[in-house]
């Protein structure tokens, strides 16, 4: 069921280019000549995937949103770079609207980066649709089944299909969960990844060699294997930001909204009053309209446009913890649909390790939320129960909680149902709220979004929308073998101890973690670590080289070790101890970068000391947990 969508012309809106003391806002066209002829989208497709383009600097994009005034405002301000407002942002823009982007601390920040890595349709959706005749939880999987191919095909670096099995401990659930999922297949259609299939005992444990094959007196009947995608979430988050500043939007992260700005009747909010947190400075954006994609804070946003906005978020926490590779084969996950509690138990191969985790239970809002010892435990004791080998609670190489922004819709009559899809809604003029939905279904909630904001702010877009068929920054041109060429072609300068520089072999290791996180843009890193010695790795036992701190900081907006070890790479979420022997020398090259005095460094290791104690390997497992000391 693919959507057909005329496209039509579309126009880029530059940054805003500073002159000594003036800041000159100009919007000029992509035009078919200025690339030798073809369609706008193809012209738009060059643009983002040119080789030589560099998103403009953080200075610049500052300088663009300050530059909205109230004569010549932007068409669109996005509050929030998670992936939802990310992907509004590339949505407006590429329709040829004049976009911004604020985000209070980092691209996928909150909830983006913490998530279950999966791009799913909705198993058990699906079997809610059936059992209960549910044709609104039916078109759900539907969707979300049709976006998640749709992900996959847009930024292919990032994302691959994983086969996840299924284990049957009586012949019953052999036929029940083999229906089950050959439905999910058909139900997938031309959006299929792969058919499930039934494996035997015997070929099940050749595949999965730690499954148990008797759990509590059952017998191990046989498993089903069925396909969904899995990504890397904040790296695709981030690649969503960058992909919308080589197409024209100002993103600036660090940068948070501290108040809206209302018109002279009061009737609409017109813009925003913005503060840098890296600089203190504040300045005013003034924007038709405002979308609110604050994930669990956009109630923040709304009682900033009317105090007593009824909430719309009921946030619910799901658990992850991060084992060694050998719980889990490669390229394998195992998923336990329902636990003695009735929740779902996964454990899936990731960048090299094993993440474990549960569905959803109810939490608070914080902004670092941190999952309590019981919780880990609870993941631990249920894996325990399929697994055949020691499962321990000092193999929790890190711990963390994420919160999901389930949704309530205040403009609906009955509110006693939370929904599992999306909610867009415009409460107060001039400020569309959206929030809920997953992350497979980021790219239409953030369609659906800026339709909402074309209609609210009654702005002329250039195009339909285009995401649907627009490849992400590295992705356009990437094959699985890439890799090969860094392998081939580039040298892992090092520095020693001693300072003496020696060259390094560019192994497949090394080589294919930088052509799956930077795409086709991997050849920039392996420069880097080639012609400024600085091809040592960060960690033992991890691909992560110095050359990429160097390169985000220069092309990702990378501003705080924090964003290094957590988001352009994802050592703090695979390896806690990893991450902070790391963090001296991730230090010192963004002072490099960034020009930080001594002081400042001191400041960054600090922060990201206590923001790693957040995650709750087994190594700080008592720092700062609420019920146990």
């Not at 601390?105 to 005749?133: C, P, Q």
């Amino acid at each position: 069921m693919t959507r057909i969508r005329k496209l039509g012309t579309v126009t880029l809106t530059a940054i805003a280019a500073a002159y000594g003391s003036a800041v000159i806002l100009h919007d000029p066209l992509v035009s078919v000549n200025d690339y030798g002829g073809g369609s706008r989208l193809e012209a738009l497709r060059k643009k983002v995937h040119d080789p030589s383009a560099v998103v403009p600097t953080r200075k610049a994009q500052q300088s663009a949103l300050a530059a909205a005034g109230k004569s010549n405002p932007l068409d669109v301000l996005v509050i929030g770079g998670g992936a939802t407002g990310s992907g509004a942002a590339l949505d407006a823009v590429t329709r040829g609207l004049r976009v911004g982007l604020v985000e209070r601390e980092d691209f996928a920040a909150g909830t983006s980066s913490r998530s279950t890595k999966l791009l799913h349709g909705g198993v058990r959706y699906l079997e809610k649709a059936v059992f209960n005749l549910d044709y609104g939880q039916f078109k759900l999987v539907l969707h979300a089944l049709e976006e998640r191919k749709q992900v996959i095909d847009n930024a292919p670096h990032l994302c691959h299909a994983l086969p996840c099995m299924t284990p049957c401990f009586s012949w019953f659930e052999v036929v029940y969960y083999w229906m089950g999922l050959k439905m999910y297949d058909l139900v997938a259609g031309r959006q299929l990844l792969h058919l499930s299939r039934y494996y035997s005992t015997k070929e099940s444990a050749d595949l999965f060699p730690t499954l148990a094959k008797k759990v509590k007196d059952r017998c191990l009947r046989g498993t089903v294997v069925y396909y969904d995608g899995q990504m890397n979430d904040a790296r695709l988050n981030v690649g969503l930001a960058c992909t919308a500043a080589l197409a024209g939007a100002a993103v600036l992260n660090h940068a948070e909204v501290v108040s809206l700005l209302k018109d002279d009747d009061g009737e609409r909010i017109i813009g925003a009053r913005i503060r840098d947190s890296l600089t203190g400075n504040e300045f005013d954006t003034y924007a038709k309209v405002i979308v609110n994609a604050g994930g669990p804070f956009c109630d923040s946003i709304r009682k900033m446009a009317n105090k007593n906005a009824q909430q719309m978020i009921s946030p619910s926490s799901g658990v992850h913890i991060i084992l060694p590779d050998y719980y889990s084969p490669e390229g394998m996950g195992l998923i336990v649909p329902k636990t003695k509690d009735g929740r779902v138990i996964f454990m899936l191969p990731w960048l090299g390790r094993t993440v474990a985790g549960t569905t959803d239970s109810s939490t608070s809002i914080t902004y670092l939320p941190e999952p309590h010892e019981d919780e880990i435990q609870f993941i631990l004791d249920a894996i325990s129960d399929y697994l055949n080998v020691k499962v321990r609670r000092a193999d929790v190489l890190s711990a963390w909680s994420g919160i999901r922004p389930l949704a309530v819709d205040p403009t609906a009559k009955n509110t006693e149902n939370i929904s599992r899809d999306h909610v867009v809604c415009e409460d107060y003029p001039g400020l569309v709220t959206i929030t809920g939905g997953k992350w497979t279904t980021y790219r239409s909630m953030a369609e659906d979004a800026v339709n909402a904001a074309i209609k609210s702010g009654n702005l002329a877009p250039t195009s339909r929308c285009v995401t649907n068929n627009l490849r992400l920054v590295g992705g356009e041109g990437w094959e699985p073998s890439s890799f090969t060429v860094l392998a081939q072609q580039y040298t892992r300068m090092k520095s020693t101890y001693s300072g003496k520089v020696v060259p390094g072999v560019m192994d497949s290791a090394a080589a294919k973690h930088l052509s799956h996180a930077y795409g086709t843009l991997a050849e920039r890193v392996a420069a880097i670590a080639q012609n400024e010695n600085l091809g040592k790795r960060l960690a033992h036992g991890y691909p992560y080289l110095e050359a990429e701190v160097a390169y985000c900081a220069r092309n990702e907006y990378c501003e705080s070790a924090v964003d290094f070890i957590a988001r352009r790479t994802r050592l703090a979420f695979l390896e806690t101890d990893a991450a902070r022997k790391a963090l001296p020398r991730v230090i010192e090259i963004l002072a490099n970068e960034h020009k930080w005095d001594d002081a400042k460094q001191k400041e960054e290791l600090e922060k990201a000391t206590e923001f790693l104690k957040t995650f709750k390997s087994s190594k700080n497992a008592k720092f700062h947990d609420g019920k146990h000391s």
